[in-house]
């Protein structure tokens, strides 16, 4: 999936399908304050808020919630590197501190959400809907599948209700004015072409080689840099959830009730098969003294004639593949011979949907107006939505139920093993009961931990740094398994000899000097650039090579250069043909500014969206901010050791 996106970022379906996740990741805190649990918890206490506690229980909770969807975002391509990417446990904890002082809030603003108005909500959830109806067994299923209370799940859903009215507290008053509309068209719209150069910091390395004076005066120079950290022994037992699949056989009525539960889950939204050809409106195509609106107009007339004319030919008997490879504006479709693949049902923009409900499979439509242009859109196959039934699902539900299972089996195995061990402090002999193996690691430290069974578990290797000698963990439960671990030695921090590290500091300080030697060899460029303006020239016999962007808005990642705010305001400022530089850490950018596409004006339909969205944005920063505000005049306290 991310190398998919990676590769075809600037398509047209990519574009709409990357709004979808971002959409649905800023959804993800809310998903995980509503399924935090309002009673019940219990464990150490990870954090306080004017008082307030919250609970180990409940940190893992939201914790894990937010891994999993994650996991689900990604499926494959999502591995643990990514938790600490995301900064989940972050994340998560200033989730949980958050909620705290919004309830508070609410609190003190006398918010409260009727019995009604609950009642109403909950009857609304899909999860509990049978025919469109709500549906008492359903509900019944999902709490005792999710071992809830009813009190607790109402509790939930209340304190979810109330923070989403205070949050709209802050959308009505937001305004939008019409230099800022103009300012969201322009970056999105006015386009740009790159020609650049670019190098890392070790493309032209120095012959220079270092006597052992140069070495050591570096070295007494940068003596923290050279530090061994502190490390630790332990010993620990890993109990992983995917060890205890294959014994676990669920019952039938296992597999009826938690399909029935989660019903929801499988529900297949409508779907379409489609192709289409693309024609962009390019008012900057335009010459003459015309307003701009007029521009737009003749523009968007001149995209409509083309459009017409194509699906003449089409109809008339042309190859519809080939004229989408040679004519269309998509190049991540237009390759395919327009070929869309198969999409669900709100991944297009309405008037695109809207068209293909009007066609039969096979049928080709009349040019369709989007804010991306005109589209002549073939439907080649339509599902309608549907409940997969329990028998296309079995295997999928079955192994769901082995996962939930396996997991708690292994925190009823941890826990056995924790209460055995913490009585004399033998890990060894509580893990061979429970026959498990131990595992006895070598020195580590926290920055080099190479612990290939423990993998990228920072709360593993934060308790391994915050316990005594010979103490024994409580379970540390993560979505894939549970460790409970023993430091059995450690080592204090230390600055080495030389001779210890010698190595090391030859190379941090080869890297350190190619990086000087490119940055001169990089001025040198910049300033043959900017007198000759030819990139071609300035870097004969250097093994570079001069590479090409298609067009990019301010709003876009720059094709094969990234999302690199210099180098994008630079740009945008830039006449065609003026040549400019960057300098992004160990990178090095020479370009020249070869084509540029005025914005031209917005039409209504792309104001209205501007003004949606601006307004949105605003009422979101308008309550982070008043959030942030309620943090700094607070009482927090946060255990870090425990998260």
Partial sequence: ????????????????????????????????????????????????????????????????????????????????????????????????????????????????????????????????????????????????????????????????????????????????????????????????????????????????????????????????????????????????????????????????DYYQTKVADFRVEKSYRASHILIHIKSSEIKGDASPEEKQKQAEDKAKVRAAELQEKIKAGADFEEIAKKHSDDPGSGAKGGSLGKFPKGTMTPAFETALDKLEVDEISEPVLTPFGYHIIRLEGRDEAHIKPLDAVREEVIQSLKEIKARQRVRRTAKHIYQEAEKDGNLKSAAEKNQVQIIVTDFFSKEKRDLAEVGNQPQFYTTAFSMEENKVSQPIHTPEASFILKVTDNKQAYIPELEEVKKTVATALTEQTNHEHASLKFKELEQKLSQEKDLEKIIQGLDLSVQHTPFFSRADSIPGIGNIKEIKEKTFVMNVGDTSAAKVKNRFYLFKLVEKEAAGEPDEEQVQKIIQRLKREKSTQMFQEWVENLKTRAEIVIDENLI
């Avoid at 939008?176 to 006015?190: L, M």
């Avoid at 006597?211 to 022994?233: G, W």
């Fill in 1 to 256: 999936m991310l190398s998919a996106i990676r590769e075809q970022a600037d398509s047209w379906l990519i574009k709409t399908i990357l709004w979808m996740i971002i959409i649905a990741f800023v959804g993800t805190i809310f998903y995980s304050w509503g399924m935090g649990g309002a009673t019940g918890f219990s464990g150490e206490t990870v954090a306080t808020v004017e008082g307030e506690k919250i609970y180990q229980r409940e940190y893992e909770r939201v914790f894990n919630n937010l891994v999993n969807s994650y996991r689900q975002r990604f499926r494959n391509q999502f591995t643990n590197e990514m938790i600490k990417k995301f900064n989940l446990k972050t994340q998560a904890i200033e989730a949980l501190v958050q909620k705290k002082l919004l309830l508070l809030e609410a609190g003190k603003q006398n918010l409260k959400i009727s019995d009604a108005e609950l009642v109403s909500h909950i009857r609304s959830l899909p999860a509990f809907q049978n025919d469109e109806k709500f549906s008492k067994e359903y509900y019944d299923r999902y709490l005792q599948s999710q071992r809830i209370s009813p009190r607790d799940f109402e509790d939930d859903r209340r304190q979810a209700l109330t923070l989403d009215k205070l949050e709209k507290l802050f959308r009505a008053g937001s305004k939008v004015s019409q230099s800022e509309i103009r300012e969201v068209f322009t970056n999105e719209e006015e386009k740009a072409k790159l020609d650049y150069v670019r190098f890392n910091s070790d493309h032209f390395p120095s012959e220079k080689s270092f006597t052992d004076q140069e070495l050591n005066d570096f070295f007494q120079a940068n003596k923290k840099q050279f530090e061994i950290p502190s490390q630790v022994k332990v010993e620990y037992v890993k109990l992983a959830a995917k060890n205890y699949l294959a014994q676990i056989e669920p019952r039938d009525e296992d597999i009826e």
